[in-house]
């Protein structure tokens, strides 16, 4: 599968975007998708995922009530809806698939697919 992600940008603090994948492939619906980031001089961290049907998403910590990953089987679509957006949230953001169904991985590793990452600056 192939991902491409939008929807980056330069916003305030406080503010929100909303971040698009997009998937080629029509086995889309059975892999689990995961939002990653990674900031400068950082490790590439874990933000959200969701399962395959969209019924179960979980978040890292420090977003829990400010993102909300969502997608849309049927469009091969994959949303990261961002407000209360803080300087610290500024990274690249990739989109990422992980074959395995029965995981909810929040490791890098364990997603065989990546897009190639948007950029989202957050000025205080």
């Known amino acids: 599968v192939q991902l491409v992600e939008s929807g980056g940008g330069l916003v305030q603090a406080g503010g929100s975007l909303r971040l698009s994948c997009a998937a080629s492939g029509r086995t889309f619906s059975v892999y689990v998708m995961g939002w990653f980031r990674q900031g400068p001089g950082k490790e590439r961290e874990f933000v959200a995922g969701i399962s395959s049907s969209g019924a179960m998403t979980y ?3 420090s977003v829990k009530g400010r993102f909300t990953i ?10 990261l809806q961002m407000n209360s957006l803080k300087p610290e949230d500024t990274a690249v953001y990739y989109c990422a698939a992980d074959p395995n169904i029965y995981r909810r991985s929040r490791r890098p590793t364990s997603y065989e697919y990546w897009g190639q990452g948007t950029q989202v600056t957050v000025s205080s």
Request: hydrophobic fraction near 25%; charged fraction near 40%.
């Open 59 to 61: 978040y890292e910590e």
């Open 70 to 79: 969502s997608r849309d089987n049927a469009k091969n679509m994959v949303y």
